[in-house]
């Protein structure tokens, strides 16, 4: 785990995010133009879709890849309810506001997961490529269960409910994690060779821009927090590290890998901050985005980036041990 | 100079995740069209914003043009979620050319 | 208050290779100036579009502040186009700070 | 059709390096908001420009809706800069929804 | 053939496409922000052009060359007269229309050359580096015998017809491509060097997501299409069909070898979806965009990307025969 | 310097800059979307800047760059004392707009010294990586020389001015620069390893793009440029041939190689376009951008990049001998 940790900090990776940070504290003008962001998330989803379902076509499917997909979807669809009620208790949040912030905690965030990737592989711990499809299918499920929990069954029409449905079922993030998993399982390895230097070889560095604006974008949003409580603070340090445990407990129980084990840790660990404040928007309007995005973004994230990767991938190497390593 | 008629011009800032929601309104109101425009920034009672597409933060201005009885349609129609989804209107009247049309 | 003076304030929403004769048309008119904002998305008579630069299938919007007078005789100017290349043409009046120079 | 108030909407374009100092004395002049729209280019008498955000030779759109005493408030508090920095601000009556916030 | 079908939906360029069109199909919210998709297009440009004016600055220019391009020209001249009669009487389409539509099968896509020489390089067919200058002269000729179709000779007053024709002959696309054309036989292969790992390494990825992004738009402008009728459809399926055979056989008939003959082919079954579109808002505005866009890009530019290249490389291939194949 | 000039004009960078500058002569329509513009420039300055910082990491901190810095703090500051002269005396600006101008002129311009470093490594004279702490230093103290000449002390309230340095000093370019080499030198050689096919590879090829850019905006000012003279033309001329030569000069007397003092003496003769026209828009706004901007934009800019390069190397080469290609 030392040596984890140093890695983390001494990746550039991680140091253009403590960059993103700094600038926006000591409040310089330094700022991505937003389609140049949004393109960089879409070029990281297009290329870990790639790279996981080359990985899958070589690899092959087996029962393993069920079992976990399935726990991931359950755990998607669980670990809100834990949240909601920590948050509505200790965090003292009411019905809409608490559902709407565990429908993040259940989701999962893009960026997080792909960090924690590169550092897995530095410490030679690469996870299966069939996580990738585990990520997409924990996207959505914790929008329902969180929409269940502000709302209860049945307050909206059928109508706005099964519009609701598709757009969070096929969100662009979704669509285009699955679609290049799948593009990536019929090109298979040959067909990967061809765009590799693009989506392979440019990806760390793609990276690095794209956490510098992150960090921007996390600073910033904290610095004009206004709706956030010392209580919230600490639930949105606490949800990620017990999360994590679960992850990787669980992960490790059903004999997945060391590095699969710890990326499933970091999947239950993350919190959406794409995918789900979008759906809110439309579905739980009334919650407040100053609270959801805040702590997810600005809390969670970079604590998960700085320091809780490491220790999810400390105690999969403690739990899986050399058997773990092995395979 | 040509002839123009006066019309309302009704501009609604609003939560891009919502635009569809808005634009399917005007279209049953039977307005004859209706244009985005992109926003940077802004500050309201929830602090400031900038244009965060990443975290699908950002907002999006409606504009459409429509007779005052269209107008008050379109008002009547989004009134429900005017307060709820925060929704920003502003109308006034302008001078329109080939304002046959709307 | 400072002063204020009351002036014109016309917006035209024109297809984006059109922009240029549309400007064309505002210095002509001696108007002193112009400004062009990004357009993301519509709809009208020929349905919905999405902002396309790639297919050059987008619009802008080109807004200019100008005296009643010149306004008038900018309206008149765009007339032989207004119709064939549907540009959409509003204007009201507005107040306007160091009015002097429009 | 619901109630509407009448505000004004004040729109101000500036060099973007001095939004800041704009939505600064929106702040200060106590009223409840602002939003910022992208420009794409203009012409004024310094001759045309496009938008250079490279060079920083780019221009916004601020637009704030206020009731008129904070209005003329925000006049009076921009006036010292509105001639120096070229600040070109136009202002005028709309109706809103909602508008007991503004 | 077979095997280049094959390669054809096993390639992640064509896969991404389909993509493209599923998720709009499925009405996902997935968007690529135009200034990307923009920079992409213009990346593409300036990257084939630099790649052929490098080839040609390594073979020399020859007799033939001046011949294709003086085939190129002509061709873009002439295929819009068919097009136009067909448009007119089975299309029942107006002069105006007509002309336009006929303007945009004379012309050419760039993105469907691109992707065919993607396919013809896998096939081991890539074309002579001379075709993007064809590529390049075929733009705009058929743009001034469209405008002569739907208006006859002059209707316009001379300032504007100088002023339109500038516009067509330095239009973006014309102007980037030539220009590259012209560094890459500047620079030569050495020059060249320097900068391969940006315009030749990465130029499939980005082809891919280009692709994802010309899906998407093809699929929801057919999805609010509202002015087509099956006799447009069938046009827009056929005129690539026919000026695709023309082309191949003029091609084979000047002597190409079987990739570049395959080129023109693909060329003269190409319509344009930038530079025609665009000059058509200026000099033909009462023509419907409504029908132009959607014919060239929502059934031609799919059929030309699944279909007609595979089948325009067949009978490239069965005309040339083993002696096409050794140039 | 022959085989230098000619590298500089076989170069796809320079090439690329000439084509921007021909396409906007002859009006055509070609642009590069902003965001993409402004994306280009961040990451320019993140990759000298890592890469900076890695060379420094492996050649450690000596004397000679605490000495370089120092110098060029010192130019910076002072050599907007004698452009203000000149401008004053020859070129008739009133005080305000000689201020500005001269701030221009003792800051730097990034891509001038990004384009250089390609040339000089071209030629086999690549600076030491430490110049891009100098680059960074240069930046801002310019715009404070530059203020002083144009207002006198004081006459800001303190309020005004202490926000003013803050935006100064935390400008988005220098917190980068300086970031990113901050990065570079503590990942060091192996954590730049796996961002290197991003930021170092594909690096000379965004360059060319963003040069293209560059051409464009600079032709597009000066035809629509109102406000300058001919005495101001040959001001933007003259001044960075001075200031090569003495940054030239000094470079090699205080003992740099030749390819760092030929990079000194390119930092001297640039004039910032992006930095300082930001901080005169917030300090000096009744200063004209259609002087300053067309000054540095249109005419040094261009001037440094096709000529004065290649002056500058010629020079330290003649001054630094062959002593000074050892080190
Ligand atoms: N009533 C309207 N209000 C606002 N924008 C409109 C309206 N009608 C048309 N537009 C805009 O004008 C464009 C062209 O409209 P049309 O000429 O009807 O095809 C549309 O795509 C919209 O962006
Ligand atoms: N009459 C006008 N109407 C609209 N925008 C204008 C007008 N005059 C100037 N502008 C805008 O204000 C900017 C600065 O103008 P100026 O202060 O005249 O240089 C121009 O670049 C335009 O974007
Ligand atoms: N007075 C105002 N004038 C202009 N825009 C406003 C105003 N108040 C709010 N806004 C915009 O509306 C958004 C939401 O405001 P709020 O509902 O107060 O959080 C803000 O982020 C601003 O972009
Ligand atoms: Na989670
Ligand atoms: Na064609
Ligand atoms: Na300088």
Known sequence: ?327 | MMETVIRKRIEILADTPLIRRVTDAIDRAQISGWTVLPVQSGSGRDGPWREERVTGADKSLILSIASEEKAAALVDALSPILSSHGLLLTMWDVEVIRGERF
């Not at chain 1, 403590?18 to 879409?42: H, Q, T, W, Y």
């Not at chain 1, 690899?59 to 079992?67: D, E, K, N, R």
């Not at chain 1, 209860?152 to 969070?168: A, F, H, K």
């Open chain 1, 1 to 327: 785990m030392d040596a984890a940790t140093i890695q983390t900090f001494t990746s550039p990776v991680v140091l253009f995010f403590i960059l993103g940070l700094f600038a926006a504290f000591v409040r310089s003008d330094l700022a991505i133009p937003e389609a140049l962001a949004k393109g960089m998330s879409l070029y990281l989803m297009a290329a870990i879709g790639l790279k996981g379902g080359v990985a899958v076509a070589e690899s092959g499917l087996s029962v393993t890849i069920a079992t976990v997909l399935l726990l991931g979807i359950a755990a998607s669809f669980l670990l809100p309810l834990s949240a909601y009620a920590v948050l509505k208790g200790f965090g003292r949040l009411n019905r809409t506001n608490a559902g709407a912030v565990a429908a993040h905690y259940g989701s999962v965030s893009v960026v997080t997961y792909v960090t924690a990737v590169q550092i897995l592989e530095l410490s030679g711990l690469p996870p299966g490529g069939y996580m990738v499809a585990v990520l997409a299918a924990m996207e959505t499920p914790a929008i329902l269960s969180g929409l269940l929990l502000a709302r209860g069954m049945g307050s909206n029409s059928g109508n706005e409910r099964s519009e609701m449905l598709r757009e969070v079922f096929l969100n662009a993030s979704v669509v285009l994690l699955l679609g290049s998993f799948a593009i990536g399982m019929v090109a298979g390895p040959n067909g990967f060779e061809e765009v590799s230097p693009f989506f392979a070889a440019g990806f760390k560095g793609v990276l690095c821009l794209f956490l510098l604006d992150m960090g921007l974008i996390a600073a910033r949003r904290i610095m004009s927090a206004r709706a956030l409580t010392w209580r919230l603070g600490a639930i949105a340090i606490a949800l990620p590290l017990v999360n994590g445990m679960i992850g990787v407990l669980a992960g490790t129980a059903i004999g997945l890998d060391v590095g699969s084990a710890a990326a499933f840790g970091v999947l239950c660990a993350s919190a959406s901050y794409i995918a789900v404040p979008a759906a809110m928007r439309l579905a739980l309007p009334e919650a407040d985005p100053g609270i959801y995005l805040t702590m997810s973004l600005s809390i969670t994230f970079p604590f998960n980036i700085l320091v809780n990767i490491g220790l999810i991938t400390a105690v999969a190497v403690a739990l899986g041990g050399p058997a773990g390593i092995s395979s």
